[in-house]
C-alpha cells in the first residue's frame, strides 16, 4: 500500500450503495490494512450479481456474516 492520503467515511456497507474503495483494517495487529477496489460500474444496481457477491464479501471481512 502506498503512502497516498485516502479519502475515508467510516460506516457499514449500505443496503443501497458501495463505495469504490474499501478500507479493511485488521483486528490483529500484526496484519496489515488491506485496500479493496470495489469494480462495479455506477449506478450500481444491489440486485446485481457483482454487486451481490462483493457485499458478501465485505460482510464477511468485517465478521459480520
Same mark, same amino acid.
Given at each position: 500500500?502506498?503512502?497516498? *492520503? /485516502? =479519502?475515508?467515511?467510516?460506516? =457499514?456497507?449500505? %443496503? @443501497?450503495? +458501495?463505495? @469504490?474503495?474499501?478500507?479493511? +483494517? =485488521?483486528? !490483529? *495487529? &500484526?496484519?496489515? $490494512? %488491506?485496500? /479493496? @477496489?470495489?469494480? /462495479? =460500474?455506477? $449506478?450500481? @444496481? %444491489?440486485?446485481?450479481?457483482?454487486?451481490? &457477491?462483493?457485499?458478501? %464479501? +465485505?460482510? &464477511? !471481512?468485517?465478521?459480520?456474516?
Amino acid at each position: 500500500m502506498s503512502n497516498e *492520503k /485516502i =479519502p475515508v467515511r467510516a460506516g =457499514p456497507v449500505g %443496503r @443501497d450503495s +458501495l463505495a @469504490d474503495r474499501v478500507l479493511v +483494517l =485488521p483486528r !490483529e *495487529k &500484526a496484519a496489515g $490494512p %488491506r485496500l /479493496i @477496489d470495489v469494480d /462495479i =460500474p455506477r $449506478p450500481r @444496481d %444491489r440486485s446485481d450479481t457483482g454487486f451481490v &457477491a462483493m457485499r458478501r %464479501r +465485505l460482510m &464477511a !471481512e468485517f465478521g459480520l456474516h
